[in-house]
T-cell receptor, first 110, second 116 residues
Framework: GIQVEQSPPDLILQEGANSTLRCNFSDSVNNLQWFHQNPWGQLINLFYIPSGTKQNGRLSATTVATERYSLLYISSSQTTDSGVYFCAVTLNFGNEKLTFGTGTRLTIIP | GAGVSQSPSNKVTEKGKDVELRCDPISGHTALYWYRQSLGQGLEFLIYFQGNSAPDKSGLPSDRFSAERTGGSVSTLTIQRTQQEDSAVYLC??????????????FGPGTRLLVL
């Protein structure tokens, strides 16, 4: 099956710093989503981005489908950005089951 | 409701007992998914419903696991004769019907299951 790898596995930053999280996938995908899992375990949708670039406030994401990777950028980090970031991909229309990456645990220090 | 809801939030059970986990999807969402998050396995797919049908059950780990969906809405995941390795967070997600387009999945808060 498809492999989804994320890097780095752990990231500790000072408040105000910028960060780049990477997601590599081993096969062509139809969809890619980025999620933030907060300390209470809730998965929050960040981006639906099978290709191209999107921005939402301090967050932006880019997916280069032909090269099988996606990047999530977080600028001016805040402590509320702490948590685990997952990318997840789907392969087929009509069955959107997500294959999740290994996650990046981000800790923002005040 | 505004989002996907799941119940119970937490469940502690003894090995060998049966448990039922419930998911209420977002109103109007015809696709429903169950996932499991455990320390050793990460986030993994269990089963997918389109309406009341389950065209993909490939992620169910054993025949002790079953799920049903009624009225195209509420879904129940049942685990029979629970084992300690079933301890995990069980997550439900829903999305609009997706046969020719891609749709975002929205997740519930999860049920934390602990099997003693």
């Amino acid at each position: 099956g498809i492999q989804v790898e994320q890097s780095p596995p752990d990231l500790i930053l000072q408040e105000g710093a910028n960060s780049t999280l990477r997601c590599n996938f081993s096969d062509s995908v139809n969809n890619l989503q980025w999620f933030h899992q907060n300390p209470w375990g809730q998965l929050i949708n960040l981006f639906y981005i099978p290709s191209g670039t999107k921005q939402n406030g301090r967050l932006s994401a880019t997916t280069v489908a032909t090269e099988r990777y996606s990047l999530l950028y977080i600028s001016s980090s805040q402590t509320t950005d702490s948590g685990v970031y997952f990318c997840a991909v789907t392969l087929n229309f009509g069955n959107e089951k997500l294959t999740f990456g290994t996650g990046t645990r981000l800790t923002i220090i005040p | 409701g505004a989002g996907v809801s799941q119940s119970p939030s937490n469940k502690v059970t003894e090995k060998g007992k049966d448990v039922e986990l419930r998911c209420d999807p977002i109103s109007g969402h015809t696709a429903l998914y169950w996932y499991r998050q455990s320390l050793g396995q990460g986030l993994e797919f269990l089963i997918y419903f389109q309406g009341n049908s389950a065209p993909d059950k490939s992620g169910l780990p054993s025949d002790r696991f079953s799920a049903e969906r009624t009225g195209g809405s509420v879904s129940t995941l049942t685990i029979q004769r629970t084992q300690q390795e079933d301890s995990a967070v069980y997550l439900c997600a829903s999305s609009l019907a997706a046969t020719t387009t891609q749709e975002t999945q929205y997740f519930g808060p999860g049920t934390r299951l602990l099997v003693l």
